[in-house]
């Protein structure tokens, strides 16, 4: 009979009788290779063949199961080979030792030819399972992965879609959503450096703001065209109109988020808080709900200091661009009223990063 397709077992005995009652017994179903102590065994493994299985004696001359079975436990590549020890050593501590050493059975001499290819069959299949399953299971981890790729991308391309939606209703915006999307990133990161809001600022929170934060703006969607491109100033009441939209913005993204599920974690809240939150004050006097301090959620105070630093060094029609410096100053004069504190510190220790940002996303 071919022993192609068939297991190997690796019976490792220095007696040659043991050897060949072994050898008998499985050969009927299994490959059978041979080794007379633990450095020929290692050998059969390295130069022959990988078994599936190896039987195993504990004495023996030079190197004993024991040592063999470390060795074999040790290496990545025969760590996981099933390993039975067949001995006539059967008091408890031996066999003990022997599982503690990673063997998976144990079988004392003289033994029966059924008990052999029973245990040997059994753990066989097992390994088979297990191997299965690990199969099975990275299979589904790739799927998984993958999945969670296309949501990923799918995210990424609904957030600029919907920002770039906004963006065609406003042709002063130009990069002003890439600039300050990198702005929040720069800030939320060294909040998180200075060992502030460590509760909400963590790696994958600060990529959920940043890829949500080019929805700040999509309220403005709702604004009537008059006001939203009027060459100019508003008045009290057009103001009052623009104001709507953070608001506007908050309702949009609030019911996607109901549509979808209540993820605390989800990109879908961290858009919500900073679209509807970016235009709160520090100290009470902003809007859409004037909200104060720490009643402000962190994203959408991160995000107040970054939409205006971009107004400020952007042209508009109604104002020139400012310097960074003239930029600068005026935060400064807003901390503590408009600006939390420890945003606009964080904001001084970043100060070179938000002009490459500034400088690399140009208008």
Known sequence: MSDQGLKTILVVDDEPANITVLSGTLKDKYRVIVAKNGKQAIERIENVVTPDLILLDIMMPDMDGYELCSILKERPETKDIPIIFVSAMSEFHDEEKGLELGAIDYISKPFSPAIVLTRVRNILQLRDAQTHLEQYNKVLEERVAERTREVFVTQNITIHALASLAETRDNETGNHI????????????????????????????????????PLHDIGKVGIPDDILLKPGKLDTDEFKIMMTHASLGAQALMAAQAAVGKDQTSFLRYAREIAECHHEKWDGSGYPQGLKGEEIPISGRIMALADV???????????????????????LEGKGKHFDPKVVDAFLQTESQFKTIAAEFKD
Not at 314 to 329: C, G, L
């Open 178 to 213: 890439r600039r300050t999307q990198y702005y929040v990133k720069t800030l939320a990161t060294q909040l998180m450096k200075n060992g502030f809001h460590l509760d909400e600022l963590n790696s994958e929170n600060i990529d959920l703001m940043y890829r949500s934060a």
């Open 309 to 331: 630093y971009d107004a400020l060094i952007s042209e508009r029609v109604y104002k020139p661009s400012f310097s960074h410096d003239k930029a600068k100053e005026i935060i």
